[in-house]
């Protein structure tokens, strides 16, 4: 097996240039280069009548040599081969460029497979350079690898095929000959090779299968293991004597019995030796904050800090508000830190947080600031945990020894995923919303009704409720954009809205500017609110009952859902309209479920269904390793049975010390060291 951690430059055809070209890959070794998968295959295994391909799509064809034309020159560095194949019913051109050799090879009366784009019309077929191959070959499907400048394809291949014959003459496999049995897997050996040189698409199908349960199961063991891991670490552990009562009494409304029991499992941990670390999630509405709050309140009646952490400026600045309202009256001092306080403001701010005065802060990222250090932090909240990136994340745990963490995620994720994903965490779910909240109805209308959607958000302010529109921007920077939003504001304020208050909230304005704005809209000095999607996460304005969403067909899913969860706090029927001229069969389908249903799971499901993981979280935002083969999305049965076996595994054997499984825990800790930004902690 060593010849396979050699550098890469011990293979044939590959010198120093070429080796720093596959370093660029991410390749330093043969073995590297086996995990190298290709991205498609070019497979001849299925030739389609010349007539049945569609012109302008991708075919492969197969066909004799009928004539071979005269080379036509064009002019300096440009020649045109030409010759007439035929598939035993109709004809075809085949053209090569500048390619005298690939000409030659071509050899009259011969049967030639060939790959490329079809053209030309019924009465003329033509295929331009296709890829070609001999009729009897036996290999019959080519890998396509990610390439990078300072490699050929065909030096690729060549190269990948060393490394796999390197492998069969050590062959390994770190999956015990059982458990690969119990779950109809290929070997590792035949995997790798099968998913290069595939001898057909099923031995491929079969393949990729192998290689993306060693990924999942490496990626489920690594979670699971973290999170055990965790549990040995000591925290700051707390008195399960201390009362929350005086925070319940304080309270406005009663807790619903889903967030007392998060409270309960929040509690527990806290008192615990080990180092909480719960994900808490719960649809847009369900009421996240006050459960935040009652585990600072815990905390810091122990006699220690928390730290609560929002993705925005705004969202900050709101935390900070709910925050002073439910503590403060308790005796609890509360401050804030974000980017746009003063100098002097920080430093005042940097000695409180050092001494102790403050026992809350509530801020934006600039908690990490390196000046900021804590006199005991035993707590850290982060909000909408998806937004920040892992690295931050940790940077904030190590502030304090070893803090309990609690992530608020209003992003719903399918079970399985979310075992995937979160692995390393425990998991609290808020299922039911506050009582007496009713479903906000939504609607989808066109362009044509804006002037009957209008009256309506107008009835909606007569009647004292507050509302937003929201516009969307692809790109806040963008000049354009930005000034649809000023333009849109000003227009209805002249127009439809003029008897009423109308504020402008996007993205460019100052953080002063926006809190000033969101500060009139909570104390409803404002009616109606234009923003951009700066509203998207977490704005909480209870008497809001009406939302209109332009161009909503420019909104995945996913963020639809947080818009609209922007109304329907309070206990008035709110509603949603869904503006867009877009009538693609996506977009209907889009609106569709908007209007049919207001459960945040069915939502993620659908819209995972339709994008896919990557877009779903914006890539990389889950701070998972990067997966080669393994698609999360549509390897949902993959995924339950991986789960299965992955606590299988760790209840036999929870550090994977047995000899059996020292190749399973390389390949887990390989995988975690795949990139930098790797996992949570
Ligand atoms: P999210 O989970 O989306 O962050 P919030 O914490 O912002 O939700 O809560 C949404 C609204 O519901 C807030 O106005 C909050 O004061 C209110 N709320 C929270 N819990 C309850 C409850 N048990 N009963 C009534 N209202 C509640
Ligand atoms: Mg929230």
Not at 384 to 409: I, N, W, Y
Not at 544 to 551: G, R, V
Not at 621 to 632: E, K, S, Y
């Amino acid at each position: 097996m060593d010849a396979l951690f050699q550098p890469v430059s011990q293979l044939k055809g590959i010198g120093q240039k070429r080796a720093e070209a596959l370093e660029r890959l991410g390749i330093l070794t043969p073995y590297d280069l086996l995990y190298h998968i290709p991205r498609s295959y070019l497979d001849y295994t299925h030739p389609v009548p010349i007539l049945a391909a569609q012109p302008g799509e991708s075919c492969v064809i197969r066909v004799q040599i009928a004539r071979k034309m005269p080379p036509q020159y064009i002019r300096k560095g440009m020649t045109i081969f030409k010759a007439i194949a035929t598939d035993g019913v109709s004809d075809i051109t085949v053209t090569l460029y500048n390619n005298p050799y690939g000409f030659q090879a071509l050899r009259l009366g011969e049967w030639y497979r060939m790959a490329g784009k079809m053209q030309g019309n019924l009465l003329r077929r033509e295929i331009s350079a296709p890829h070609v191959l001999a009729d009897r070959a036996k290999e019959q499907i080519f890998p396509c690898y990610p390439m990078t400048t300072g490699i050929s394809a065909q030096l690729l291949v060549q190269a990948v095929r060393q490394a796999v014959t390197l492998m069969q003459q050590q062959p390994f496999d770190w999956m015990p000959a059982k458990l690969r049995h119990a779950h109809d897997l290929l070997s590792l050996p035949e995997a790798l090779e099968q998913v290069h040189f595939p001898e057909n698409p099923g031995r491929m199908e079969q393949a990729r299968r192998r290689l993306a349960f060693d990924e999942l199961l490496q990626l489920q063991l690594g979670m699971l293991m973290r999170r055990a891991d965790n549990h040995t670490r000591t925290a700051y552990a707390m008195a399960s004597t201390v009362s929350l009562e005086p925070y319940y009494s304080g309270l406005p409304f009663s807790l619903t019995a889903g967030q007392k029991q998060a409270i309960r499992e929040i509690v527990q941990d806290l008192c615990g030796d080990a180092p909480m670390n719960r994900l808490l999630q719960g649809d847009v509405g369900s009421g996240k904050t006050a459960v935040a709050a009652a585990a600072c309140y815990f905390t810091i009646q122990n006699g220690m800090q928390c730290a609560m952490m929002a993705p925005t400026e705004i969202l900050a600045v709101q935390h900070y508000h709910t925050m002073q309202q439910f503590l403060e009256p308790l005796g609890i001092t509360v401050g804030l830190l974000t980017g746009s306080l003063r100098t002097k403001e920080k430093r005042e701010i940097y000695a409180a947080l050092a001494d102790g005065t403050i026992q809350l802060i509530v801020g934006t990222h600039a908690i990490f600031q390196k000046e900021v250090s804590f006199q005991k932090l035993a707590l850290v909240i982060t909000d909408e945990q998806h937004r920040f990136g892992v690295a931050q994340r940790t940077q904030l745990a190590d502030k304090g020894g070893c803090p309990h963490k609690l992530v608020m995620s209003a992003t719903p994720i399918p079970r399985t995923l979310a075992l995937m994903i979160y692995g390393d965490l425990d998991i609290s779910i808020l299922k039911e919303l506050p009582k007496g909240r009713l479903p906000v109805q939504t609607f989808a209308v066109t362009g044509k009704l804006r002037q009957r959607a209008y009256g309506f958000i107008r009835e909606q302010l007569q009647q004292g409720h507050q509302g937003y529109i929201v516009c969307p921007t692809i790109e806040e920077r963008e000049e354009s954009d930005l000034q649809a939003v000023e333009a849109y504001a000003e227009n209805i304020r002249q127009t439809a809205f003029s008897d009423y208050r109308v504020g402008l909230l996007h993205g460019k304005m100052k953080a002063a500017e926006k809190e000033q704005i969101m500060h009139a809209f909570r104390s409803h000095e404002l009616d109606l609110l234009v923003s951009t999607t700066v509203i998207e996460v977490g704005v909480d304005v209870p008497n809001a009952t009406i939302l209109l969403i332009e161009n909503a067909e420019r909104f995945g899913l996913s963020q639809l859902h947080q818009l609209r969860g922007r109304v329907g706090r309070g206990k008035e029927q709110s509603y949603c309209i869904l503006m867009t001229d877009h009538v693609t069969e996506d977009c209907r389908a889009r609106m569709q479920i908007m209007s049919r249903t207001s459960d945040g799971f069915q939502i993620a499901e659908a819209d995972l269904q339709l994008r896919g993981p990557g877009d779903f979280f914006g890539q990389r935002q889950h701070g998972l390793p990067p997966l080669r083969v393994a698609d999360l999305s549509h390897d949902t049965k993959l995924l339950e049975e991986v789960q299965t076996c992955a606590k299988e595994i760790l209840q036999q054997d929870p550090e994977l010390k047995q000899p059996e499984h020292r190749g399973l825990r390389l390949e887990v800790l390989r995988l975690f060291q795949r990139n930098g930004e790797n996992g949570r902690n």
